[in-house]
Protein backbone atom coordinates (compact mmCIF):
# COMPACT_ATOMS: atom_id res chain seq x y z
CA UNK A 1 0.00 0.00 0.00
CA UNK A 2 2.72 2.50 0.85
CA UNK A 3 4.40 1.24 -1.89
CA UNK A 4 1.63 1.85 -4.29
CA UNK A 5 1.21 5.97 -3.22
CA UNK A 6 5.24 6.48 -3.25
CA UNK A 7 4.55 5.45 -6.75
CA UNK A 8 1.66 7.43 -7.42
CA UNK A 9 3.58 10.95 -5.52
CA UNK A 10 6.78 10.39 -7.69
CA UNK A 11 4.65 10.05 -11.06
CA UNK A 12 2.66 13.23 -9.87
CA UNK A 13 5.68 14.79 -9.65
CA UNK A 14 7.30 14.19 -12.73
CA UNK A 15 4.08 15.36 -14.64
CA UNK A 16 3.74 18.57 -12.60
CA UNK A 17 8.03 19.16 -12.93
CA UNK A 18 7.01 18.25 -17.23
CA UNK A 19 3.63 20.53 -17.30
CA UNK A 20 6.06 23.61 -15.81
CA UNK A 21 8.82 22.97 -18.61
CA UNK A 22 6.42 22.33 -20.99
CA UNK A 23 4.80 25.53 -20.28
CA UNK A 24 7.79 27.47 -19.45
CA UNK A 25 8.75 26.32 -23.28
CA UNK A 26 5.64 27.60 -24.71
CA UNK A 27 5.15 31.14 -23.13
CA UNK A 28 9.54 31.45 -24.08
CA UNK A 29 7.95 30.87 -27.70
CA UNK A 30 5.07 32.87 -27.96
CA UNK A 31 7.44 35.23 -26.27
CA UNK A 32 9.63 35.58 -29.02
CA UNK A 33 7.00 35.48 -31.37
CA UNK A 34 5.34 38.50 -30.08
CA UNK A 35 8.86 40.61 -29.92
CA UNK A 36 9.67 39.56 -34.24
CA UNK A 37 6.06 40.47 -34.97
CA UNK A 38 6.87 43.72 -33.22
CA UNK A 39 10.20 44.52 -34.01
CA UNK A 40 9.82 47.30 -35.81
CA UNK A 41 6.96 49.24 -34.80
CA UNK A 42 8.11 51.03 -31.96
CA UNK A 43 10.42 53.39 -33.91
CA UNK A 44 8.92 56.53 -34.60
CA UNK A 45 9.13 57.92 -37.81
CA UNK A 46 10.28 61.39 -38.59
CA UNK A 47 7.15 62.35 -39.50
CA UNK A 48 5.59 61.65 -36.20
CA UNK A 49 7.80 63.18 -33.99
CA UNK A 50 5.69 66.45 -33.59
CA UNK A 51 2.61 64.30 -33.09
CA UNK A 52 4.70 62.34 -30.19
CA UNK A 53 5.77 65.85 -28.82
CA UNK A 54 2.09 67.14 -28.84
CA UNK A 55 1.39 63.62 -27.44
CA UNK A 56 3.70 63.65 -24.81
CA UNK A 57 4.05 66.82 -23.75
CA UNK A 58 3.69 66.30 -20.09
CA UNK A 59 6.86 64.14 -19.69
CA UNK A 60 8.45 67.85 -19.84
CA UNK A 61 6.42 69.49 -16.74
CA UNK A 62 9.13 68.14 -14.25
CA UNK A 63 11.45 70.07 -16.54
CA UNK A 64 11.82 73.75 -15.05
CA UNK A 65 11.33 76.80 -17.25
CA UNK A 66 14.33 78.57 -14.99
CA UNK A 67 17.20 77.62 -12.30
CA UNK A 68 15.14 79.66 -9.72
CA UNK A 69 11.41 80.09 -10.19
CA UNK A 70 11.83 83.80 -9.17
CA UNK A 71 14.28 84.37 -12.05
CA UNK A 72 13.72 83.99 -15.39
CA UNK A 73 15.82 82.11 -18.43
CA UNK A 74 16.54 84.80 -21.67
CA UNK A 75 16.29 83.46 -25.02
CA UNK A 76 13.90 81.21 -26.46
CA UNK A 77 14.08 77.48 -25.44
CA UNK A 78 15.35 75.21 -28.62
CA UNK A 79 13.08 72.18 -29.73
CA UNK A 80 12.48 69.24 -27.73
CA UNK A 81 11.68 66.15 -28.13
CA UNK A 82 10.36 63.53 -25.75
CA UNK A 83 12.27 61.08 -26.41
CA UNK A 84 15.23 59.99 -28.94
CA UNK A 85 14.05 59.66 -32.41
CA UNK A 86 14.00 55.98 -33.51
CA UNK A 87 14.67 55.45 -29.92
CA UNK A 88 18.67 56.11 -30.25
CA UNK A 89 20.19 59.57 -29.02
CA UNK A 90 23.49 60.81 -30.21
CA UNK A 91 26.36 60.63 -28.84
CA UNK A 92 26.41 64.34 -27.97
CA UNK A 93 29.73 64.19 -25.70
CA UNK A 94 31.34 64.00 -29.13
CA UNK A 95 31.14 67.52 -29.78
CA UNK A 96 34.17 69.19 -28.58
CA UNK A 97 32.86 71.28 -24.65
CA UNK A 98 30.33 68.64 -24.44
CA UNK A 99 31.20 66.23 -21.65
CA UNK A 100 28.95 63.80 -19.23
CA UNK A 101 27.31 65.93 -17.62
CA UNK A 102 26.38 68.70 -20.29
CA UNK A 103 24.96 65.60 -22.24
CA UNK A 104 22.43 64.41 -19.89
CA UNK A 105 21.23 68.23 -18.63
CA UNK A 106 20.36 68.13 -22.22
CA UNK A 107 19.15 64.68 -22.60
CA UNK A 108 16.66 66.01 -19.49
CA UNK A 109 15.54 69.45 -20.92
CA UNK A 110 14.64 66.83 -24.63
CA UNK A 111 18.01 67.65 -26.82
CA UNK A 112 18.73 64.16 -28.10
CA UNK A 113 20.70 65.06 -31.73
CA UNK A 114 23.04 66.51 -33.41
CA UNK A 115 20.67 67.79 -35.98
CA UNK A 116 18.83 69.93 -32.79
CA UNK A 117 22.00 71.95 -31.90
CA UNK A 118 22.82 72.64 -35.61
CA UNK A 119 19.65 74.19 -36.12
CA UNK A 120 19.93 76.47 -32.83
CA UNK A 121 19.35 80.14 -32.94
CA UNK A 122 20.87 82.82 -31.10
CA UNK A 123 17.98 82.95 -29.30
CA UNK A 124 18.72 79.17 -28.38
CA UNK A 125 21.88 79.84 -27.63
CA UNK A 126 21.45 82.83 -25.15
CA UNK A 127 18.91 79.92 -23.58
CA UNK A 128 21.06 77.17 -23.33
CA UNK A 129 24.39 79.10 -22.07
CA UNK A 130 22.09 80.80 -19.08
CA UNK A 131 20.39 77.24 -18.54
CA UNK A 132 23.59 75.94 -18.27
CA UNK A 133 25.32 78.69 -16.59
CA UNK A 134 27.89 78.20 -19.22
CA UNK A 135 27.61 81.72 -20.23
CA UNK A 136 29.31 82.04 -24.17
CA UNK A 137 30.49 78.54 -24.09
CA UNK A 138 28.19 77.23 -27.09
CA UNK A 139 29.70 79.74 -29.60
CA UNK A 140 33.11 79.59 -28.47
CA UNK A 141 33.46 75.54 -28.47
CA UNK A 142 31.15 75.79 -31.77
CA UNK A 143 28.66 73.69 -30.65
CA UNK A 144 26.33 74.37 -33.58
CA UNK A 145 29.20 74.26 -36.21
CA UNK A 146 30.73 70.56 -35.03
CA UNK A 147 27.09 69.42 -34.86
CA UNK A 148 26.22 70.34 -38.23
CA UNK A 149 28.93 68.03 -39.37
CA UNK A 150 28.59 65.69 -36.99
CA UNK A 151 25.04 65.55 -38.21
CA UNK A 152 25.78 64.97 -41.82
Known sequence: MIELAAKIFVCLLIAAL?????????GRIQKCDRSKATKGDDLLKLDDVEQEIKIHKEEFAHIPEAKNQKEVIKGVRPVAYPRPINGEADDLKKIVGIGIHIENALYEIGVFHYSQIANWTKENVKWI??????EGRVEREEWIEQAKKLSR
Open 18 to 26: LGALIGYLI
Open 129 to 134: DEYLSY
